[in-house]
Every structure is written in C-alpha cells, then in structure tokens.
C-alpha cells in the first residue's frame, strides 16, 4: 500500500529560534539576579550559562549562513529550568519546561503524509483529513495543493530530502482515492 511523505519547510524556525535565545538570556538575567546565594562559584556558574548561550547563538547564526540548520535549544532551556530550583521562585521551572516542549513541537520537521486512510496534515496533534473530505489533491512542479470540500485549500511548497516522489505516479494514486 503506498504511502508518500512530504516535507515543508518551517518559515518561522528563525523566529523561534531568536525568541528561544531571547529566554534563555531572560532567564540567565533573572537567575543571576533573584539567586540567594551572590557567591563567586555561583555567579561563575551564570557567566558560564551566559557565555554558553552566546556561543551557541554565534555557532547558530554562522551554521545557518552556511545552509547547515540550526541546532535545538531544548535542552539548554532544560537545563536553565533546573537552575530555578536553587532559588525560591520554583514556578521557574515549570514555565521553562513548558517553553522547552513549545519550542519543540514548534520547531519540528513538518510532514504531510499521504496515505490509503487519507492525509496526515501537521498540526499539533496531526490531522487525519479522510479522502471522503478532500475535492483534489495534485502536486505539480514541487507545490503540493489539498483542496477541501469545505473550501479550503493548503498550498505547500515542498523539499525533497532523500526520496523524490514520481508527480504522475503520485497524481494517479490520488485521483483513484478521489473517485
């Protein structure tokens, strides 16, 4: 049974990517600052959270020049989360775990996925549209189009990562799904 996998390139993985930095410096700022503890191992240990983070901005923004992604923050702001618990603001914790799975599921590859059950759109959770609710579905010159019944239409330009899909051969099988 055939099964195609498309994916769309994320537009706002920079913009997330800026914003996770931007909290991970608020939370140094306010860790250094709301900290019981000023001695000089601890306010070592935020200059090296500090020089940590710029590093990894810079490595970032030199890795994407170059066209080569950009790496996950997930577990530099689990880490920050952990640092909260050393101060009496424990609510700390709780907002950075809940921004680190936020910025994982918004920094994930999204894939739509074709298959014999329908199309697996990527929401969070993903959305099963059965074939019953689409009108077309064509990809043409690298744009993949699902027009629904209900009239809406996604339009997506996709990449291709490893497998090509054949157009016809992909346009056939949706056409007989469709009937």
Not at 47 to 76: E, H, P
Not at 97 to 108: D, H, K, P, Q
Not at 119 to 144: G, H, M, Q, R
Not at 170 to 177: A, I, L, M, Y
Request: hydrophobic share 45%; charged share 15%; with cysteine.
């Amino acid at each position: 049974m055939p099964s195609y996998q498309f994916i769309i390139p994320n537009k706002k993985l920079v913009t997330y990517q800026v914003f996770s930095y931007a909290i991970i410096l608020l939370n140094i700022a306010g860790l250094y600052l709301l900290s019981p503890q000023q001695e000089a191992w601890g306010q070592g240990i935020y200059l090296l959270l500090l020089f940590l983070a710029v590093f990894r901005g810079i490595w970032d923004y030199r890795a994407y020049k170059k066209q080569k992604g950009l790496m996950s923050n997930v577990l530099l702001l689990i880490i920050i989360a952990l640092f909260w618990s050393r101060t009496e603001y424990n609510m700390g914790i709780w907002i950075n775990l809940l921004l680190a799975g936020l910025y994982f599921i918004s920094t994930r590859k999204l894939k739509i996925i074709v298959s014999e059950e329908g199309v697996s759109y990527p929401t969070f959770p993903a959305k099963i549209i059965p074939w019953s609710e689409i009108s077309n579905l064509i990809l043409k010159d690298d744009i993949l189009t699902i027009d629904l019944k209900n009239n809406k239409i996604y339009q997506h330009q996709i990449e291709y990562t490893d497998n090509a899909v054949n157009e016809q051969e992909f346009n056939d099988f949706c056409r007989t799904k469709l009937v």
